[in-house]
């Protein structure tokens, strides 16, 4: 038993691994995690209702409302449609379990990735 622990000791490799490493590297890793960062600050999540006319998303709007009253619901404009969404979502996991919900009375329901309007 002796003999065994000595010999597996003495057989035992030391290895000292050099990486050489570009510094533009470094530089560049520091800029996408700022352009993450940024990104993470202005993105969020959000479900797409209905997309189309005036009258549908009207009707829309106030379906959901009244079947969601603790999601926020919005109705905008973007030519030439009409938008109807629902909540903000910051984190995807959480959007995509409220779509689960969401889909069981509007089938046609999608998360969407939005940025935040920043105004200067």
Not at 27 to 33: A, D, E, G, M, T
Not at 58 to 69: D, F, G, M, R, V
């Amino acid at each position: 038993m002796i003999i065994y622990g000595i010999c597996s000791l003495s057989h035992s490799q030391v290895s000292n691994l050099d990486i050489k490493q570009d510094p533009k590297l470094d530089s560049l890793l520091n800029k996408k995690i700022t352009f993450d960062r940024e990104r993470y600050l202005n993105e969020y999540f959000t479900l797409q209702l209905y997309y189309g006319n005036l009258e549908i998303a009207t009707e829309t709007l106030k379906n959901a409302k009244e079947i969601y009253p603790n999601i926020p619901v919005e109705l905008s404009f973007e030519t030439p449609n009409y938008k109807v969404q629902a909540g903000r979502f910051k984190d995807k996991i959480v959007g995509l379990k409220t779509l689960d919900t969401v889909k069981k009375n509007f089938p046609s329901a999608f998360l969407l990735t939005r940025k935040k309007e920043i105004l200067e």
